[in-house]
């Protein structure tokens, strides 16, 4: 069936280098990505989004990347810290108006190194 | 301003008995949604309200659970004869119409023992 999924569960990174987190979607009506980020203990923080106008949105430290052709989304932190570890989810949504909410992959754990 | 808030933040109760969440969404924000998470897992969505319209039950897992939303702000979730299955963390987020970035709250951590 359809759904929003992630190539790697765990993501070991060393402190410094870039952390790339991929995530799959298959339903290609969807219109509207978004990363979250949640930490031990507490409830998923909004990092990014993007729509499907656009292939590439960045923000601090973070970029996001959209690729339609084959339904591929990524999240690339730069300069991963130490802060940076938790669990990274994306989500999509599906539907139009008021039928419209977001589907959310599994999670990608992120474990940065020292 | 202030978040989206939800209360309690740690609920033990015993099988079989009945138990509220509650979650206070940002003001001014007019879709709300519930999911659970259970551990190491990823989200599962439960409900969803939007506005005045019909909410979307269509996650609830069985007719145990149900949900209400006050006035187009509070709501509240609620599982009858809970069994140790339920628990989990229950999140609850709003967003300012339906599909638009949702921002959750911190969660309320359900154990049955």
């Known amino acids: 069936g359809e759904s929003v999924g992630l190539h790697l569960p765990t993501l070991s990174v060393q402190e410094g280098d870039n952390s790339i987190i991929n995530c799959a979607y298959s339903?290609?009506?969807?219109?509207?990505f978004i990363w979250y980020k949640q930490e031990s203990g507490k409830g998923p923080q909004f990092i990014i989004d993007?729509?499907?106008?656009?292939d590439k949105r960045q923000g601090q430290r973070v970029t996001v990347l959209l690729n339609k052709t084959v339904k591929h989304l990524s999240l690339q932190i730069a300069a991963t810290q130490p802060g940076d570890s938790a669990v990274y989810f994306c989500?999509?949504?599906?539907?139009?108006?008021?039928?419209?909410?977001?589907?959310f992959g599994t999670g990608t754990r992120l474990q940065v190194t020292l | 301003g202030a978040g989206v808030s939800q209360s309690p933040s740690n609920k033990v109760t015993e099988k079989g008995k009945d138990v509220e969440l509650r979650c206070d969404p940002i003001?001014?924000?007019?879709?709300l949604y519930w999911y659970r998470q259970s551990l190491g897992q990823g989200l599962e969505f439960l409900i969803y309200?939007?506005?005045?319209?019909?909410?979307?039950k269509s996650g609830l897992p069985s007719d145990r659970f149900s949900a209400e939303r006050t006035g187009g702000s509070v709501s509240t979730l609620t599982i009858q004869r809970t069994q140790q299955e339920d628990s989990a963390v229950y999140l609850c987020?709003?967003?300012?119409?339906?599909?638009?970035?949702?921002?959750f709250g911190p969660g309320t951590r359900l154990l049955v023992l």
């Open positions: 993007i729509r499907s106008n656009m």
């Open positions: 989500a999509e949504n599906r539907g139009t108006g008021t039928a419209s909410k977001l589907t």
């Open positions: 339903n290609s009506a969807s219109d509207y």
């Open positions: 987020a709003s967003s300012i119409l339906a599909g638009e970035t949702q921002y």
């Open positions: 309200f939007q506005g005045n319209s019909a909410p979307d």
């Open positions: 003001s001014g924000h007019t879709a």
